[in-house]
Every structure is written in C-alpha cells, then in structure tokens.
C-alpha cells in the first residue's frame, strides 16, 4: 500500500452549499453606512455653520430678546409703604410725680382735653414761694413810688419857699431903693437889700437844682423795684405754666397712641407718658434704593394706592442718611385727596414718578446694562447676535434710553449675555 492510499484527504467532506441570499444583498448591507455617513456629514456642516458664525451657540430659550422701539419713558419708581400720621406727638411729664391718666389708647380726644394730671407738690409750692416773693417785691415797688412823691414834694416845697424869700427881698429892695431916693434910708441899708435879693436868687437856683436831681433820683430807685417786681413776675408766670402744664392737654383734634405707663405711675422728669396722633393729616413712609436717592426732591408728584384706587400726593420729606442701601422718604397726600379710614401703620403701595421723556428710542431695561457700563449690546442678526457699541441714557425701572448705536425695530439681547465672554459673534439656536 502505498502513502497516498493510507492518508486520506478532505476532498470527500468539500460540498457545494445552495445559494440563500436574495439578490441586491450587497445594496441593502450598505445603506445603514451611508446614513451614518450622511449624519456625519451633517453635524460636520452644523458644527462648521455654528464656527463660521461665531464659533458659540446657545439656545434662545436661555436668553431674553426685547425689540428696541420709540415710545414715551417714565422715570419711575415703586416701594411698598406703611402709613404714619403726620402729626404725631408725645407728651412729657414736666415734672416728677405720680400720674392720674383721664384717657386709655384709642380713645377720641378734642383740642385741650385734659388726657393725664400730674401730682407735683414740689412744683406747686415752689409757686407758693414765688408769688409771696413777687408780693413782697411789688409792695417794695409801690412804697419806693410813694417815697419818690415825698422826696419831689419836699423839693418843690424848698423851690417854692426860696422863691417866695426872692420876691421878698425884690420887693424889700424896691422900698429902700425908693426910699433912699427921698433920703429916707442910708446907702448902705440899700447894698444890704441887694445883698438878700442876690441870696435869695441863688437859693431859688439850688432848690430848683434839688428838685430835678431828687426827682431822678426818687425815679431810679422806683424803677429798679419795679423792674425787681417784674422779673420776679416772670418767674412766677413761668412756674404757673409749669404747674399748669402738669396737666396734660390734647395738642389738636386726635386720638390717644400708645399710652406708655400705667395709672398711678410715679415718673421722673421729661418721662413719656403717652402719644396722640392727628387722624386728619396722613404720610406715607418709604424706603427707597439708594441709587434713585439723588433723583428725589420735595414737592415730586407720586401716587399712592389704597384698596386699587390711586390718590395723588407729594414727596414731602427726604431723609439725608442711607440705611442698609436705602434711604426714607414720606409722602403727603394732596389736599382733599386723602382716602377715608387709613390706619397708623397699614401698608399701602406708592408710585414717584421722577421724569418723563417723550418720543424716545428705548428698550426693556436688562442686565445687559451693567455690562461694561452700558456700552455694548449683542443685536439679533438673522440666527446670530453681533457685538455693538451703544450709549444708554436714562432708565427706569423697566426700560432704558437708547442714545446712539441701535435703530427702531432691531432686537437685542438683554439678558443672558453675559454667558457670551464679550464674543464678537455667537450663534442662537431655536430662533
């Protein structure tokens, strides 16, 4: 036997299999590659798309886009606020003492009812003393004045008697000078007469000189006591409104505040013993941020709503310190403007209308502001957003001038921009 009948080969196992496959198999095996293919080549032109146009995309559902447009711009703000009286006062205690309140809080007063009495013995008899005084002191006046007529009477008297003696000694040196011409007399008893006549002369001048100087004299002691009299008058009339003042009276048509101590209290001097407030005058109060702080002036028109109905009012006091990034403002309302039934302390919301600019090229206000001051804008450009330089003027709350750098009708990205990385250009998809 030989080698190649001992081995044998695996021509016997070879068989010829049935052709299964359908035709155009080759066809169908190729389809799924080439819409594999087709994806690819599609994302590929997406992704060059959104290079070409700005390299970034973002979706539009990230981002606010507001039209730019003419219109008329209100300066404006608005702040929750609570209502205070405008008027509202509290009454001290002028002096210590044990306190008998006539009134208890909410309670409707009138004009100069009395509202609490305070117990002062102290004070009373420190007006005992006075008055005393001031009765000493005005007898002293009165009997200074009676001293006064008695020296000008004593001095008139002294000028008239030394007037008398003058006409006297005229009269006596008449006679002898008439005498002397009949012989009758000696020359000498006529020098004497002239003598008395020139005595009697220069005792008229001394009486009349006593007269004015005791007169002015007697005057300035009476006027110092009189002057004595009257300041201690003064001080009597001042402890009289003291003591009238230890009862506490309604400073105007009200109602009784918060009463700040209890009935038959014992207080110290300048204690608060109660509020009244004046129901007729209302403000009021805000805070406002302090950015608009500088906008605001009194006398500024503002509105303010009670129960959906608006009432005109006034700013009528701005607070000069900042609090926490706020400052306090009150507003008054107009005259017969103010709505019925406010409450000290109820909420009510207020409008300040700061400016009003007519016909002015303006957007929706938006974070895009306080990018790069205000100076850029991202415009909408068919699926884009440009970078563009603009001037913003003034802004309300909800809307900001557009000076230069943008056209009616263009929409610009007001929010969301600051995702973009001050990119020229950047894709927006889903527009």
């Keep these: 036997m030989n080698n190649r009948s001992r081995i044998a080969d695996t021509s016997g196992q070879d068989q010829k299999?049935?052709?299964?496959?359908?035709?155009?198999?080759?066809?169908?095996?190729?389809?799924?590659?080439?819409?594999?293919?087709?994806?690819?080549?599609?994302?590929?032109?997406?992704?060059?798309?959104?290079?070409?146009?700005?390299?970034?995309?973002?979706?539009?559902?990230?981002?606010?886009?507001?039209?730019?447009?003419?219109?008329?711009?209100?300066?404006?703000?608005?702040?929750?606020?609570?209502?205070?009286?405008?008027?509202?006062?509290?009454?001290?205690?002028?002096?210590?003492?044990?306190?008998?309140?006539?009134?208890?809080?909410?309670?409707?007063?009138?004009?100069?009812?009395?509202?609490?009495?305070?117990?002062?013995?102290?004070?009373?008899?420190?007006?005992?003393?006075?008055?005393?005084?001031?009765?000493?002191?005005?007898?002293?006046?009165?009997?200074?004045?009676?001293?006064?007529?008695?020296?000008?009477s004593a001095a008139r008297k002294a000028l008239d008697q030394a007037q008398v003696e003058q006409i006297a000694a005229k009269r006596d040196l008449d006679r002898y000078q008439r005498a002397f011409a009949g012989g009758a007399v000696a020359q000498v008893d006529v020098a004497k007469a002239q003598d008395d006549v020139q005595k009697t002369g220069i005792g008229v001048a001394h009486a009349r000189s006593d007269l004015g100087l005791q007169g002015r004299g007697a005057g300035l002691d009476t006027r110092n006591k009189q002057l004595l009299a009257d300041r201690q008058r003064a001080v009597v009339d001042e402890m009289q409104r003291q003591v009238d003042a230890l009862t506490l009276r309604a400073p105007f048509d009200g109602q009784v505040g918060q009463v700040q101590i209890a009935q038959g209290t014992n207080v110290a001097a300048n204690a608060p013993i109660l509020g009244v407030i004046d129901l007729s005058v209302f403000e009021v109060e805000i805070k406002i941020p302090e950015s608009f702080a500088r906008d605001l002036a009194i006398g500024m028109p503002a509105q303010i709503t009670s129960n959906g109905k608006a009432f005109p009012a006034k700013v009528s006091a701005v607070s000069p310190e900042v609090v926490n990034g706020e400052v306090n403002a009150r507003l008054r309302f107009d005259a017969g403007s103010q709505p019925p039934s406010l409450r000290q302390n109820q909420r009510l919301s207020a409008r300040i209308v700061l400016d009003t600019r007519r016909d002015v090229l303006m957007v929706e206000r938006g974070p895009f502001l306080e990018q790069d001051g205000g100076r850029f804008a991202y415009v909408v450009d068919g699926s884009s957003a440009v970078r563009r330089p603009i001037q913003a003027g003034a802004s309300s709350l909800n809307a900001v001038e557009i000076i230069s750098g943008l056209q009616p009708g263009q929409q610009i990205v007001v929010s969301g921009s600051d995702q973009f990385d001050n990119a020229e250009r950047i894709r927006i998809s889903g527009l």
Excluded at 60 to 88: C, F, P, Q, Y
Excluded at 98 to 122: H, R
């Design 17 to 152: 299999l049935a052709q299964t496959a359908q035709p155009g198999w080759r066809h169908k095996r190729w389809l799924p590659i080439a819409a594999a293919a087709v994806a690819v080549l599609a994302l590929a032109g997406w992704v060059i798309s959104g290079w070409a146009g700005g390299g970034r995309s973002f979706d539009a559902s990230r981002l606010r886009i507001a039209e730019v447009k003419r219109g008329d711009l209100v300066r404006d703000l608005s702040a929750d606020g609570r209502v205070m009286a405008a008027n509202s006062p509290t009454l001290y205690a002028i002096a210590g003492g044990t306190v008998a309140l006539k009134v208890v809080a909410g309670d409707a007063v009138k004009k100069d009812q009395p509202l609490a009495v305070i117990d002062s013995p102290e004070l009373r008899s420190r007006l005992a003393q006075e008055q005393s005084t001031l009765a000493s002191l005005q007898a002293e006046a009165g009997r200074s004045v009676l001293d006064a007529q008695l020296v000008r």
